[in-house]
C-alpha cells in the first residue's frame, strides 16, 4: 500500500487540529498555510472527514474545523481508510473472502500469508498510532529540537 497525497495531506490536517484542539474551530485558509497543502484540496479533505464523523465544522467568521473526538480517540488508521481506502497491500486481501479480483486459489497461495502478515503489521501500527500519539511525538521533538 502506497499512502497517496490524500492520506497524507489528510493526516497532516487532522494532526494540525489535534495541535490546536481546545481553541476552537480552525479556518481552512488557517490549516492550509500551516500544513502548505493547498486549501481546494483540503477543501475536498474535510468535507469527506466531515461525512466520515472526524471533524466538525462551523461557517461563518468564528468559523472553521475541529476534531469531532478527542485526539486520543482519533487512529491514524480511521484516517487513512476514510482518505484512501482500505489497508492492503495485495487486491487478494482486499475482500472479506480473500479472494480479490485476482486470485482464484486463495487457499493454495503460498505467498498469501506474506501479504496477511504484512496487512496486519500495516493496521496494527495505523490503528494503534493516535492523533495524541503524533501530538505527543511533536512536543518531545520540539524539546529536543531546542536542545
Known amino acids: 500500500m ?20 481546545g481553541a476552537g474551530p480552525i479556518a481552512l485558509k488557517t490549516i492550509a498555510e500551516r500544513q502548505m497543502i493547498s486549501e481546494h484540496y483540503l ?10 464523523g472526524l471533524v466538525k465544522s462551523r461557517r461563518g467568521a468564528q468559523g472553521g474545523y475541529q476534531l469531532a473526538h478527542e485526539p486520543e480517540n482519533v487512529s491514524i488508521g480511521q484516517i487513512i481508510r476514510v482518505l484512501e481506502g482500505p489497508i492492503t497491500p495485495l487486491d487478494c486481501l482486499d475482500t472479506h473472502t480473500g479472494t ?4 482464484q486459489t486463495p ?5 498469501r500469508n506474506l501479504w496477511k ?10 490503528d494503534n498510532t493516535t492523533l495524541e500519539d503524533l501530538k505527543q ?8 529540537e531546542g536542545q
Do not use: I, N, W
Not at 2 to 21: C, K, P, Q, W
Not at 100 to 103: F, M, N, R
Not at 117 to 126: A, I, R, T, Y
Not at 137 to 144: I, K, Q, S, W
Open 117 to 126: 502478515e504484512l496487512q496486519d503489521s500495516m493496521k496494527q501500527v495505523l
Open 100 to 103: 480479490g479480483p485476482y486470485c
Open 43 to 52: 477543501e475536498q479533505l474535510m468535507a469527506a472527514l466531515r461525512k466520515a
Open 107 to 111: 487457499d493454495r497461495c503460498v505467498l
Open 2 to 21: 502506497r499512502v497517496s497525497t490524500r492520506g497524507e495531506y489528510g493526516v497532516r490536517a487532522m494532526f494540525d487540529l489535534a495541535l490546536h484542539s
Open 137 to 144: 511525538d511533536a512536543y518531545r521533538l520540539e524539546v529536543t
